[in-house]
Every structure is written in C-alpha cells, then in structure tokens.
C-alpha cells in the first residue's frame, strides 16, 4: 500500500548519495540505470516508489516533534509517540494568548502517516525542547483548555 509521496525531482537531488546506496543494494549499477531509463521506464518508477517510500519512512521515523504554523500568531506543537501524538496551540492576538491541549491515538503503522501529512501541510520538525517549553508555559498560566 502507498502510504507516502513520490520524492520531487529536488528532493532526490538532495538525496543522491542515499539513492546511489539504494540502488547498488538493489544490485542496479550507472550504466543499467541509463539502460534501464530508455528501455524500462516501469522499472523506474518501481525504484523510485520504493525508494520514496523507504525515505518518508526513515524520516519520519526520526521526528518526535513538530510545529507548524498556519497564520500569524498561531502556533501548533505535535509530540510524537510510538502511537499517540500531543497537541499543545498557542493563539496569541494582542496581548492575549490561548492555550489548548489534546490528543491523538493511532496504530504504531500510521505515526509515519500522521508526521508526513503534517510535513505536508507545511509543518516543520522541531525539537523536544521547544515543545517542553511551551508545555511549561501553558501549564504555567491560567486558560488552559481541552
């Protein structure tokens, strides 16, 4: 089952000496590459697929934090468990801020799923830290909801 996107053209760009690796393990060499781009353009996009799908899945799998914000003043922080995320929104207007908290359930097969969706959205990893802080933050203050 396709879980995740292709790479762009840029994103394998980026990471051509991990493609390289990928296909020497596949036992694909240079030449048969070429070879196989005029001949077998199928088996092209078989690597490719596999490939992406092999990288979202190690990239995701790295992440335990994420935020993403989709306007001015509107923070959203995710903390990634095996199978739970946490959600903690900071909105500040002014000198206001509201805090909100919650959560996400989900089988261990689809954390993979709900970081990249979020990657898609344009979402950027982060780190642990940042999310403890803000954690400490909002417990600090009062107007805290669920």
């Not at 996009?45 to 934090?65: H, K, N, V």
């Amino acid at each position: 089952m396709k879980r995740f996107r292709l790479l762009t053209k840029e994103e394998l760009d980026a990471v051509r000496p991990e493609f390289v690796r990928y296909l020497a393990s596949e036992g694909i060499a240079a030449d048969d590459w070429t070879r196989k781009q005029a001949e077998h353009p199928e088996e092209i996009q078989a690597c490719l697929e596999d490939f992406s799908q092999r990288f979202w899945e190690g990239a995701t799998a790295a992440i335990q934090c994420i935020e993403h914000s989709p306007s001015e003043g509107d923070l959203w922080l995710f903390q990634f468990e095996e199978t739970e995320a946490k959600l903690i929104r900071c909105l500040r207007k002014g000198d206001s801020i509201t805090w909100s908290e919650g959560g996400k359930t989900f089988e261990q097969e689809a954390r993979g799923q709900e970081i990249f969706q979020l990657l898609e959205q344009g979402a950027k990893p982060c780190d642990l830290e940042r999310f403890k802080t803000y954690q400490t933050e909002m417990n600090g203050t009062t107007g805290a909801t669920n």
